[in-house]
């Protein structure tokens, strides 16, 4: 059973850079599938981030693309994200979940980290 | 972009009737070549990760009551709950996954008992 949980600071200043890791278990990020993270402000609805393939190929969100960052370590089976400069608007749940494919549906889901960008 | 717009916002049904929330893209999804709609639907309860119902617009994920059923093509799409269960209280949402370039979510639809 494939499980994911992410980690990483709770809060962060604003200008600063957000850094969340998600570790996988149960399925080995080597074998396949595509790797998301997905946010969601409080209250609001699914924003998706960015998402990455086992051998590091990436693809993001246009509207996020110059500040996001994701990358992949297989040999500790967890991918990465990083978003820089962030403001108060980049305050939100934090999820991350396996893709289906290049482009195709999240499952399953961690269960997903508050990241709150304050000074 | 392909925007996704869910009607109603939010929805009261009474216990045991049929929940009905749709959702339209402004685009179609449909994929000519293989005759798919890449669309799928999540559940999401307070406090939870979304947890996927539908994908392929109809094709019911592995453990999902029978009661949950997707519908549609193209730009229109229906999730249906034929009799409506007490944990069956939560915020859902539908996403495209046509366009590669950019995954895009309905705005949810949160769905209470009348």
């Known amino acids: 059973q494939v499980q994911l949980q992410e980690s990483g600071p709770g809060l962060v200043k604003p200008s600063e850079t957000l850094s969340l890791t998600c570790a996988v278990s149960g399925y080995s990020i080597s074998s396949g599938y595509y790797w998301g993270w997905i946010r969601q402000p409080p209250g609001k609805g699914l924003e998706w981030i960015g998402s990455i393939y086992h051998s590091g190929s990436t693809y993001y969100n246009p509207s996020l693309k110059s500040r996001v960052t994701i990358s992949v370590d297989t040999s500790k089976n967890q991918f990465s994200l990083k978003l820089s400069s962030v403001t108060a608007a980049d305050t939100a749940v934090y999820y991350c979940?396996?893709?289906?494919?290049?482009?195709?549906?999240?499952?399953?889901w961690g269960q997903g980290t508050l990241v709150t960008v304050s000074s | 972009d392909i925007v996704m717009t869910q009607s109603p916002d939010s929805l009261a049904v009474s216990l045991g009737e049929r929940a009905t929330i749709n959702c339209k893209s402004s685009?179609?999804?449909?994929?000519?070549?293989?005759?798919?709609?890449?669309l799928a639907w999540y559940q999401q309860k307070p406090g939870q990760p979304p947890k996927l119902l539908i994908y392929?617009?109809?094709t019911r994920e592995s453990g999902v009551p029978d009661r949950f059923s997707g519908s549609g093509s193209g730009t229109d799409f229906t999730l249906t709950i034929s009799s409506l269960q007490a944990e069956d209280v939560a915020v859902y949402y539908c996403q495209q996954y046509y366009s590669t370039l950019l995954i895009t979510f309905g705005q949810g639809t949160r769905l209470e008992i009348k």
């Open positions: 979940a396996r893709q289906i494919d290049h482009g195709g549906w999240f499952d399953p």
């Open positions: 685009q179609s999804v449909l994929y000519s070549s293989n005759n798919k709609n890449y």
């Open positions: 392929w617009a109809s």
